[in-house]
C-alpha cells in the first residue's frame, strides 16, 4: 500500500484524489476495524486533509496560491468528495476533524472562474444540510458541523434551503441544548439564517409569521433561560430594524400579546435585556398607526414607563439611545386615548 | 489531593454533570472583574476536584460572541499543556466552566508565595519547555493565547504544566460573521487588531499596533514571562502600566534592567538563558523565532527533566491554592505593594474581563479599580490605538507640550507620559482616602502601608526621572523642576474646568428632569 506515497504526491489534485480513496476506504471499513494497516492508513488520511488545509490557508512559510487552490476546488467538487468528508468525519480523530472542518468551509468561499462551485454542489447535494444540522444532536459532532454548515449557509440557495426546511423549527431547541459550546454555536447559526440574506428572511419570515413568531415569544423569549433571553432579544431587534424586514416589523409591532411580553422584558433585572428590549419596544411606541388596544396598554403604564425611562441608562454615553429614549418619553406623554377608552393612570 | 483524569491521546471523553446541583463547591481561589474562579468537587463523580469559572455573562454587554468563541476553542483543544474544560453551561446568568483544578495553582502564585526572587534556571527551563509545547500547539492550530505570563501557567500536584486562560485569544480561522469577511488569507500574513493582554507583557507592536499582531506577539509575552520567572516580576512593574511609558520601555529590556530594581541580588544565568530571552524580545517580530523553532534552542534542548523535578523543588512546602489565594488577599488589601501578588490570584483561571482590570493594576483596592481604571474598556482601546499610531521614535521626538488634552490615554508622546505622573498623584490621595476609610473600621498594618508606600515614592521618584530625561532630551533641560511643576498645574486645571463643565452638565440634566416631573404631574 505504501506504493501509493512511494512518489511524493505534488499537484493539488493527486492530493484530492488520495484523500478520496482513503476516505471510500474509511466508509467502507468502519471504525472498529481490526484490518491490518488501518492505523497507517488513518495516518496518512491525516496528513493529506492537514496537506489540503495549508494549500488552502497558506502556512507560516507560504501564501496560499490562488491556482493551487482552484485546482484543488475543482477536483474537489468534481466528484462526490464533499459528502466523504461529511459522512466520515465521525470516525476521524480530533485533530483530523478539525483540519477537515476548516478545508470545508474555506471551500466555501473558493472561486473558479469566478463561479462558486461549492454551491452548485451542494444544491444538487442538498441532503447534506440535514447531515449537517443533525450534528446538534450529537456533542462529539455538533461544533464541527456547526461550523461547516454556518459556511454552507452563506450560500443564498442554501440558506434558503434550510429555512424552509422542518430544521428551522428544532433550532428552537438547539439553542437552548444544556451543553453551553454547542447552544452557543446553534446560536450563531440560528443569527445567521436570520440574517444574513435579507430577501429570503424576509420571505421567509412573512411566509411563516404565524408559527415563528408564536414559537420565537413563547420558546425563546419567554424562556426561563437567561442567555436565550438576552440573544434572542437581540436577535428580535436586529430582524425587526432591518429595512428588508419593514412588512414584518409593521406587522409585529401591532400585537398587545408582542407589547405585554416586550414590557416584561423591559422589567427584567438583566440591563443587558433591558436595553434590547428598549430598542423594540420603542418600535411599538413609534409606529403611527397604534391600534386602540396597544395605546391603551402604554397608557395604563404610562406613569410606570416614564418612571423606568427617567434613570434607565446605557453604561457608555450613546447619543443615539438617548435621542430614541426621549423620543419615546415625548410619545407616551403624549399619548390620548382612542376611540371610547377612558385614561386611567395608576 | 487532586483527581486528575488522565486524558489520553484518543480521550473517551468523560461527560461531566451540566447541572449545577452536581457540583458542590468548597472554595473561592480566585476572582476578577466578570469572574470568580472555585474550587469545587463533582458529587457524582466520586466528587473528584474541579475549579469553576464563574463568568457572570451579564457583564459583557456586547453580544456574547468572544465567550461562545472561547468556549469552543477550549473544547476543541486536545493537548497535554493545555488546560481543557470539562464542560460549560449556563446557571442563570452565569456561565459556569467546569475545568480540571490544578492544586499548584499557577506559577505566578508560586512565585509570590515562595520564591520571590525568582525560579531557579532548571525550573525555568521545565516551565516554559512545557509551555512552549502548548503555544506551538496553539500556533500550529491558528490560535493566538495573546496573554502569555505566569500567572496564567497552572501546576498540577504531580507536577504537570498547563497553558489556561483563553478569555482573550483569538483564532485565525474565524471567520467574522458579523462583516462577512474573511479573516484569514494565509497564517504569515494574519494581522489582528484590538487590543489584549496585559501591559508589561505586551508586545510594542500590538502596544503600537501600527501592524496588528501576529503569531509572534506571543513569543514576546513569552520572552517576557521567562524574565518573569528568573526575577519574580515582569521587568519595569515596579512602575504603572501605562501604555504611553510602555510604547518607549518596551525598546529596551536587558537582563540589566533588574539592576537597577534590586541591585543586591545577582543572579547568574546562563548564556544559552540569556540568548534564548534574546531572540523573543527582538523589537521585530518578524525575526523572533517561531515557537516550533524556539523549542530546538539548546535551551531547552538541554533540558529533559520529569515533572516530577517540579514536584520536589517547585511544589514541597507550599501552601495550597485557597491558603495562598486567602494570604493575597488579606495582604493585598492594604499593601500598594500587592499588585503582582493580586494580579496573579486573580489571574489563577482567568475570565475575560480581567484584563481591563488588570491594566490598572495601580489601583490597589477592589473599588479603585472600578474608580478609577488605568484603561477603559476594550472598544475604547481600539480607538486609542489608532489614535498614537506615530510608530515609536516619533512619540518621543513628537512635540507635546501644553495642548495636551486631559485624557491620558489619547495623548501620545510626553504628555502621556506627564498624565501618568499627575495620574499617580491623584491616585495617591485616592489611596490615602481609602487608606483613611479602612483605618476608622479595622485598623492597617503600618508597616506593610508604609512599605507600599516608600514603593510609591519610589516608583513616583522613577517616573520624574523619565519625565525628566524626556524634557532634557526635548532641549528643555534647565529648569525642568518649574516646568515640571507647570504641567501638573496646568493638568490641575484642566481637570478643575472639566469638573466644572460636568457640574454645568449634571446642572442642566437635573432642571430637565425637573421640567419633565413636573410636565408629568400636570398631565
Known sequence: MKGIFKSKPKTPTDLVRQTRDLLTYVDRVGIESREP???????????????????????????????????????????NTLRLFIVCLPKLNLETRKDATQVVANLQRQQVQSKLIACEYLEKNIDLMDILIAGYED???????????????????????????????????????????????????????????????????????????????????????????????????????????????????????????????LREQSKSIQIEAFHVFKLFVANQNKPPDIVSILITNRNKLLRLFADFKTDKEDEQFEADKSQVVKEIAALEPKGNEHEQAG | M???????????????????????ILDEIGRGMSAIVYKAICIPMNNSTVA?????????????????????????????????????????????????????????SIIASSFPDGLSELCIAVVLKETLCALAYLHDQGHLHRDIKAGNILIDSNGSVKLADFGVSASIYEYNLSHGSYVSSGSSSLRFTGFAGTPYWMAPEVVISHSGYSLKADIWSFGITA???????????????????????????????????????????????????????????????????????????????????LVKNLLQGLPNVEQRYKEAKIKGQFSLDSRSEKDDQEDIM??????????????????????EPVFPGEKEEDDIVKQVRFGGEMIIQEKGGEQSDVSCHSSPGQDGAFCNVAQDISNVDIQNLAIGGENCEGGYNK?????????????????????????????????????????????????RIELENEKGKNHALESMLQSFKSRLSNE
Open chain 1, 37 to 79: 494497516k488501518r492505523d497507517e492508513k488513518m495516518a496518512d488520511l491525516g496528513k493529506l486533509i492537514r496537506e489540503l488545509k495549508s494549500i488552502l490557508y497558506g502556512s507560516s512559510e507560504a501564501e496560499p496560491v490562488s491556482d493551487a487552490c482552484s485546482q484543488l476546488t475543482q477536483e474537489f467538487f468534481r466528484e
Open chain 1, 139 to 265: 456533542p462529539d459532532m455538533a461544533l464541527h458541523y456547526g461550523a461547516m454548515l454556518r459556511e454552507c449557509i452563506r450560500h443564498q440557495s442554501v440558506a434558503r434551503y434550510v429555512l424552509e426546511s422542518e430544521h428551522m423549527k428544532k433550532f428552537f431547541d438547539y439553542i437552548q441544548l444544556p451543553n453551553f459550546d454547542i447552544a452557543a454555536d446553534a446560536g450563531a447559526t440560528f443569527k445567521e439564517l436570520l440574517t444574513r440574506h435579507k430577501s429570503t428572511v424576509a420571505e421567509f419570515l412573512s411566509k411563516n409569521y404565524d408559527w415563528f413568531f408564536a414559537d420565537y415569544n413563547l420558546k425563546l423569549l419567554e424562556s426561563t433561560n437567561y442567555i436565550t433571553r438576552r440573544q434572542a432579544i437581540k436577535l428580535l431587534g436586529d430582524m425587526l430594524l432591518d429595512r428588508s424586514n419593514s412588512g414584518v416589523m409593521t406587522r409585529y409591532v401591532t400585537s398587545r400579546d408582542n407589547l405585554r411580553i416586550l414590557m416584561n422584558l
Open chain 2, 2 to 24: 487532586a483527581q486528575k483524569d488522565d486524558q489520553e491521546d484518543e480521550p473517551k471523553k468523560v461527560l461531566y454533570p451540566l447541572d449545577p446541583n452536581s457540583y458542590q
Open chain 2, 52 to 108: 469553576i469559572k464563574a463568568i457572570d455573562l451579564d457583564q459583557s454587554r456586547s453580544d456574547l460572541d468572544n465567550i461562545r468563541l472561547e468556549a469552543k476553542t477550549l473544547s476543541l483543544l486536545s493537548h497535554q499543556n493545555i488546560l481543557n474544560a470539562h464542560c460549560s453551561f449556563t446557571v442563570d446568568q452565569s456561565l459556569w466552566v467546569v475545568m480540571p483544578f490544578m492544586s499548584a495553582g499557577s506559577v505566578q
Open chain 2, 227 to 309: 524574565l518573569e520567572l528568573a526575577h519574580g516580576r515582569p521587568p519595569l512593574s515596579h512602575l504603572p502600566p501605562s501604555k504611553s511609558l510602555f510604547m518607549k520601555l518596551t525598546k529596551r529590556f536587558r537582563f540589566s534592567d533588574y539592576d537597577k530594581e534590586d541591585g543586591k541580588k545577582n543572579k547568574k544565568f546562563s548564556r544559552a538563558f540569556k540568548d534564548m530571552v534574546g531572540l523573543c524580545l527582538d523589537q521585530d517580530p518578524s525575526k523572533r523565532p517561531s515557537a516550533e523553532k524556539l523549542l530546538k534552542h539548546s535551551f531547552f534542548r538541554g533540558c529533559s527533566k520529569s515533572p516530577d523535578f
Open chain 2, 350 to 371: 482567568e475570565g475575560e474581563k480581567v484584563k481591563q482590570r488588570r491594566i490598572s493594576g495601580w489601583n490597589f483596592n477592589v473599588e479603585g479599580f472600578e474608580m
Open chain 2, 447 to 495: 508597616e506593610v502601608m508604609l512599605k507600599g508606600l516608600l514603593l510609591l515614592k519610589k516608583s513616583l521618584e522613577d517616573q520624574r526621572e523619565k519625565v525628566v530625561n524626556i524634557i532634557v532630551s526635548l532641549g528643555g533641560g534647565v529648569d525642568d523642576e518649574r516646568s515640571n511643576e507647570e504641567q501638573l498645574k496646568q493638568m490641575n486645571e484642566q481637570l
